[in-house]
């Protein structure tokens, strides 16, 4: 399966299993099993989203947010859960304004899924880790 390296945003092929103890990229050789959400920008958002295997969870969010704010620790945390089976990234529409229409985001936080490239869910508001843990598990 294609993920992709959280350091150079390289794609690396993986084999598929049910879980990992060591993996690194094949570019920048450090561990892609590194689990922290990829900041992404408009001219990357497309080539990691498409070059994914694994689902894509977007967090759409702003630093002058409160619920952004409140749901950051929470996605970074959910984050670790799902090393090689789900990709967090984060979208900050202040600086990434064209993504945030491109998408028709009209409120944040808004989580999208990504799966095969394309959105297959979306939900607004902010989410614990209870719930974003829920949201994951719909999609792997």
């Known amino acids: 399966m294609r993920v992709i390296c959280p350091h150079c945003l390289s794609v690396n092929n993986v084999p598929k299993k049910e879980s990992y103890k060591k993996a690194n990229c ?3 050789k450090k561990s892609i099993l590194d689990t922290k959400p990829i900041e992404l920008s408009e001219t990357t958002f497309d080539e990691v989203v498409v070059n994914s295997d694994i689902p894509v ?4 969010w702003a630093p002058w947010c ?5 749901m950051g ?4 945390k959910s984050a670790t859960k799902f090393p090689l089976k789900t990709l967090f990234v984060k ?3 202040e600086n990434e304004q064209n993504l945030g229409a491109r998408f ?3 409120s944040i936080p808004t989580l999208m899924v990504f799966k095969d490239g394309k959105e297959v869910h979306r939900v607004s508001g902010a989410l614990d880790e209870s ?3 829920k949201l994951v598990n719909q999609f792997l």
């Open 91 to 93: 979208v900050n529409t």
């Open 66 to 70: 409160g619920p952004c704010k409140m």
């Open 57 to 60: 969870i977007v967090d759409f």
């Open 104 to 106: 028709g985001i009209r």
């Open 73 to 76: 620790p929470n996605f970074e």
């Open 131 to 133: 719930n974003l843990s």
């Open 26 to 28: 094949g570019k920048c």
